[in-house]
């Protein structure tokens, strides 16, 4: 059974920096592509960030040079650094693969941006 948990996230003005982390259990992690999602009020889910197995990463737009995704292997868990934090990236953050499967999405951790 996979699960995936993520934490770190919170309340942090604009400008500030947070750190997600998002531990995977069961035998997904070293076989797929692992990313990091969001969902703000009103909008589509995003995907921000993504990291191949060989750590090979690619960014949103929106995020490109603010945010960095990394993993560790061996902690079966994949991070998302977010500096320079702006309002508009407040949101519920998830990870998932990439593509996502329905049934692996976990609770979340939300981050708000605001002053």
């Known amino acids: 059974q996979v699960q995936l948990v993520e934490s770190g996230g919170g309340l942090v003005q604009p400008g500030g920096s947070l750190r997600l982390s998002c531990a995977a259990s069961g035998s997904i992690f070293n076989y797929y592509t692992m990313g990091w999602y969001r969902r703000a009020p009103g909008k589509q889910r995003e995907l921000v960030a993504q990291?191949?197995?060989?750590?090979?990463?690619n960014y949103a737009d929106s995020v490109q040079g603010r945010f960095t995704i990394s993993r560790d292997n061996a902690k079966n868990t994949v991070y998302l650094q977010m500096n320079s934090l702006k309002r508009e990236d407040t949101a519920a953050y998830y990870c998932?693969?990439?593509?996502?499967?329905?049934?692996?999405w976990g609770q979340g951790t939300q981050v708000t941006v605001s002053s």
């Open positions: 998932n693969t990439v593509p996502f499967a329905d049934n692996y």
């Open positions: 990291i191949s197995r060989r750590g090979s990463t």
